[in-house]
């Protein structure tokens, strides 16, 4: 994934500063070789400090979620709907069983599809909310993996890189959006990166090499950002045009040089080729997507989103250095600054004061040239700019309203904070800079006897910073399960009380067959469910009924324990003679048969 120490087929695909792994062995221990890889301990390295900085996530998962019982109950549900739908009726697969009898449902949000190979392992509540823990514990493994495999392909040693890859997949300010898995899952970003400047012989430290192309690396850098799109097109849009960019800028470079010097500078037609074929695909599966979304508002304008979303929920410039609650370290000292945020879960935005106070010192000393170091820092303040939004001159235009009246998709972007994405990834490309100088000397061939105790001491203190910086006070609350009464009912069916949290809960219990409801919860409500809440304030009554059966509902199942301050609250003592219904009591769950 990095650049090979050689260019031949025995070339590790390690950094320029590392040595290459021994030799295969006469005696058959060289097939057992990839157990030392760098690559190998990356990987293994970021699952457990993964399990470890999500703890306790896996402690009982199946039984307990990260965040709270909103939105991870939601997402929980997302990847289950996934799998099953792909299984069973792929094409049908945006009609999901919920907001009945509303089509393109499961597009109300970000799908999270490119999960869908998880969703279809196991079935059930059960199985949805392990399924959901072990995604959320593997999204920061591959935030780790991702960042450090950029560092190194750019030219950061092992250090750096692991100083990189927990900044950015550690940093506090994801600690605001644990119940947010489509925020948390950016692993695909930092990787896709990773295996396109590998493809293309590219890194900060030594510029374009094209001795060192890798065409079928480029290929899979697009097919990666591809899936990236799947899991949520709000993160993912940013990379799209981030990538069309890097293209145009490229096809401007390798112009300008071939004009320069009358001679065509070396690409080749295989790498041309495969950024065809990949750039294709990352292409139609934007569009498509997309397409999708596209659809959704046409049928709900309601869910067109304004630009007084982004206004509301722009940072000022004070967030950008305020911790969210749940980090460890910070938490409890920021409270103060947390209280003049209006909205503290989208404006808590701290990337970590270690991450900062490494950046600042990398662009001063560091294994890249100056003129790298420059982009790198005018990117930190141009997406630090960015995600000011509205703060940004008192109204954000030139700035994020700017691109969200003219750039197509990104005026559904309503939150401009999470820049932080681009912005804390590249200052830990910085801090990785500055660290790898920092390692240089316990790399010499003979590094005296005080370097040889010293430096991994010196190296581990930035390390162990970021990553208690990354430690969290993430709740895991216990999840509620679906009543043995949804067994008993019928579908279609509607879930009493309806409305709020309830229906992101109710979503999750339909994981166990997924019956048709007429519950859900989005970003916007379709006309049909208010309407729907209207006219079932008063159930069981006659009007309510011949509504419901008018929408072809066939059962109501009530949940008189979550009624209390809602219109249905004392719902069992409403009686039900000559409605034409029959009611039965399950374990305290009402069932009325329409």
Not at 10 to 22: C, E, F, I, N
Not at 443 to 472: D, Q
Request: aromatic residues 10%; glycine residues 12%; charged residues 15%.
């Amino acid at each position: 994934m990095t650049t090979g120490s050689t260019d031949t087929p025995a070339s590790t695909g390690l950094a320029d500063d590392d040595q290459a792994p021994a030799a295969p062995t006469r005696d058959g221990l060289g097939r057992w070789r990839w157990l030392r890889h760098e690559w190998t301990w990356a990987v293994l390295g970021g699952l457990l400090l993964a399990v470890a900085l999500t703890w306790p996530t896996l402690r009982h998962p199946a039984s307990t979620i990260p965040g709270d019982l909103g939105d991870p109950t939601l997402q929980a549900w997302q990847l289950a709907w996934a799998g099953h739908g792909l299984l069973t009726d792929p094409s049908n697969l945006w009609d999901s069983n919920t907001f009945y009898p509303e089509k393109y449902t499961y597009a109300y949000s970000d799908t999270l599809l490119g999960y869908a190979p998880i969703g279809m392992l196991g079935s059930g509540f059960a199985a949805a909310l392990v399924r959901y823990n072990v995604t959320y514990v593997l999204v920061f493994a591959l935030a780790f993996v991702g960042a450090y495999a950029l560092a190194r392909q750019l030219g950061s040693g092992r250090w750096g890189a692991a100083v990189a890859g927990v900044a950015w997949a550690y940093a506090p300010w994801r600690l605001a959006h644990a119940g947010h898995l489509n925020i948390l899952s950016t692993g695909g970003i930092a990787l896709s990166l990773a295996m396109l400047a590998r493809g293309h012989g590219w890194s900060l430290r030594h510029g374009y090499r094209p001795e060192r192309r890798r065409p079928g690396w480029a290929l899979a850098g697009w097919l990666v950002a591809a899936w990236q799109i799947t899991l949520g097109f709000g993160i993912g849009l940013p990379l799209v045009y981030f990538l069309l960019a890097a293209v145009l800028v490229a096809a401007g470079c390798y112009g300008w040089s071939w004009w320069r010097r009358r001679e065509r500078p070396p690409f080749g037609r295989r790498l041309l080729a495969a950024d065809l074929a990949g750039g294709a695909v990352f292409g139609a599966v934007t569009l498509l997507l997309g397409l999708v979304y596209l659809h959704v508002v046409d049928l709900n304008p309601q869910a067109q989103r304004t630009l007084d979303w982004t206004k509301l929920f722009s940072p000022p410039l004070r967030g950008f250095v305020t911790a969210p609650a749940d980090s460890w370290l910070w938490g409890e000292r920021h409270a103060a600054a947390r209280e003049q945020l209006t909205w503290p879960p989208e404006m808590a935005l701290l990337p970590g004061m270690t991450l900062i106070g490494l950046a600042a010192a990398g662009l001063l000393i560091s294994v890249y040239p100056v003129r790298h170091r420059i982009a790198l820092g005018l990117g930190v303040l141009g997406t630090v700019l960015l995600g000011l939004g509205t703060s940004l001159g008192g109204d954000g235009d030139p700035g994020y309203l700017t691109l969200s009246k003219h750039l197509p998709g990104w005026d559904a972007l309503r939150t401009p904070g999470r820049m932080m994405i681009w912005t804390s990834l590249l200052l830990a490309l910085l801090a990785a800079g500055l660290v790898t100088v920092l390692a240089e000397p316990a790399r010499k061939a003979s590094p005296g006897r005080w370097a040889r105790i010293l430096l991994p001491a010196v190296l581990l203190v930035p390390l162990a910073l970021v990553t208690v910086e990354g430690l969290n006070r993430t709740p895991h609350p216990e999840v509620p399960r679906p009543p043995a009464a949804m067994g008993r009912a019928q579908e279609p069916m509607l879930v009493l009380p309806a409305g709020g949290i309830n229906d992101l809960n109710y979503m999750l219990w339909t994981t166990d067959g997924f019956p048709r409801v007429t519950n859900g919860l989005a970003g916007f409500e379709p006309v049909s469910q208010a309407q729907t809440r209207m006219a079932i304030a008063s159930f069981p009554d006659a009007t309510s009924i011949a509504y419901l059966r008018g929408l072809g509902v066939r059962s109501v199942v009530a949940v008189p324990s979550r009624a209390g301050g809602t219109p249905w609250e004392g719902i069992a003592d409403r009686p039900v003679d000559g409605l034409g219904i029959t009611r039965e009591d399950v374990d305290g769950v009402l069932v009325y048969h329409l």
